[in-house]
């Protein structure tokens, strides 16, 4: 094996990456099932905190969409997937901020 500082710094690199791909998969995910409980309309009758469900979606995009750019070397096939998580989560916080406004102004 060659251990040059370049390839030193290229594997550290790679891992780096791959790690932070691992975080924003789970972050997106986590944000996922939040809004997803948030949006469904069922959840939104048995759960008292569907707010915090919608904090909790909204701030997993943020993060997501804040890390995200710190991908630009990783591999076009990770960012892609990201990405599309990415916009099914913002779909669903749509989807369901706009349930909430209908609730509340229905009740």
């Given amino acids: 094996m060659d251990y040059s500082p370049e390839n030193k710094l290229n594997e550290l690199r790679t891992r780096t990456d791959r790690q932070l791909i691992e975080l924003i998969s789970a972050r997106l995910d986590r944000g996922l099932t939040f809004a997803r409980m ?28 804040a890390w995200m750019p710190l991908l630009a070397k990783a591999a076009e096939l990770d960012r892609r997937r990201l990405e599309l998580k990415l916009v099914q989560l913002c779909d669903l916080l749509q989807h369901a901020n706009q349930g909430m406004q209908v609730q509340t102004a229905c009740s």
């Fill in 38 to 65: 948030a949006a469904d309309e069922e959840s939104r009758r048995i759960w008292a905190s569907t707010e915090e469900f919608l904090r909790r979606a909204e701030k997993a995009r943020s993060d997501a969409s």
